[in-house]
């Protein structure tokens, strides 16, 4: 992508506030470096310290009050204003997944079998970015804290923060996070259509206990192998048939255990899967439909089953007036048709735990530009046009600016 191309769609922000797009200009080519180094040196989640000391020493050395070790390697920077205001909170996350990183690139992960392929090397950034920028310019009034979360891929970091008394000193009036999206090209960016943009998250085994014997003999057994099947195929039918069709629900099993040889019929098989769910109603009801329609399908052929059902996250809910002021933002900036609404996401994120607790906005940042860019999250070749990080540092800061301004605060 050429000089041109970059800042051409900068010129709105350049009107509306001089200062904060020269910020983003200076510290843009820093924070490639510093992308590239986390990149290369990524951590799973709870074990964020290299990622964690970076993020607190940067924030130390531009003027932010610096907790460290919040709900384990989490970190907090607090910048308060010159006078008093409302506080928004940025929220970032830190860590990477256990996988292999394949990018042929010279910041390539050098950790074995971990790598930033979701993102959250970009996401920490585009935070650090902000923090820069608003170190540079000074903030007027109100408060801006910024969170860097750790364990977002197993769902755990948000909920440990909360715990900690992340929301606390000072609580927050508004909260904003995004998420890198290869489906969406630089320069675009994408929210949800409705109240939720991302869907709870539950893990679910169950097992299904009959009688072995011989595979030669299967009426002297009771077949756990097949009677897990007729199982497994009635189950779709609490999404085809008692969920309403305009409701969003998702039922997949990722994993079977069960057996030791071809010719020997297993006492047990034990399924692995997941729910996703967005309405918190929903939701409430699917152990229940679960386990009834196991226990049942199961009794007609004599075995028996076990259920165990955690939940992990909650759904992503997107604060309404939150999101029309993220509308504002983005259309100010970029134009109306920057801004994507589309179909909230199965997917989870734990970022759904501080929503639940602050109005809260959640969206997508393009990062697309070429084929190599365009590789889907969790893949090995995940990559990001760095570009679309002065997108999000822009989108940030100055959604910061606008709604920390609030009717008192200067037009810069």
Known sequence: M????TQQPFDRVKELHPALVEAVDAVFDEMVVIRRDLRQNPELAFQETRTASIVAAYLREWGYEVTEGVGGTGVIGVLKGTIPGPVIGLRADMDALPMPDEINEDYKS??????????HDVHTTNLLGVAKVYSMIGLKRGTLKLIFQ???EVGAGAKAMIDAGALQNPPMDLMAGLHVAPALKV??????????????????ELEVTGK?????HPHLAIDAVMITAQVLVALQQIVSRQIDPLDSVVLSVGQIQGGTKATILPNTVTVNGTVRTLLPATRE???????????NVA?????TVRLTYDRVTPSVQNDESAKVLLHEVISELFGEEALIYRNPSMGGEDFAYFSQEVPSVFFNLGTKTGESTSLGLHTTKFNVDEEAMRYGMTVLSYLTHKYLQGEEGERT
């Open 285 to 295: 009801e699917m152990p229940k439909r679960i386990e009834q329609i196991a226990s």
């Open 187 to 204: 320069g675009e960016f994408g929210t949800s259509n409705a109240v939720f943009s991302g869907a709870a998250v539950d893990i679910f």
């Open 110 to 119: 050098i950790n074995a079998n971990v790598a930033h392929t979701c993102g």
């Open 2 to 5: 050429n000089l041109l191309q």
């Open 150 to 152: 750790p364990a977002e």
């Open 212 to 216: 072995g014997g011989h595979a030669a």
């Open 299 to 303: 009794a007609a052929f004599g075995a």
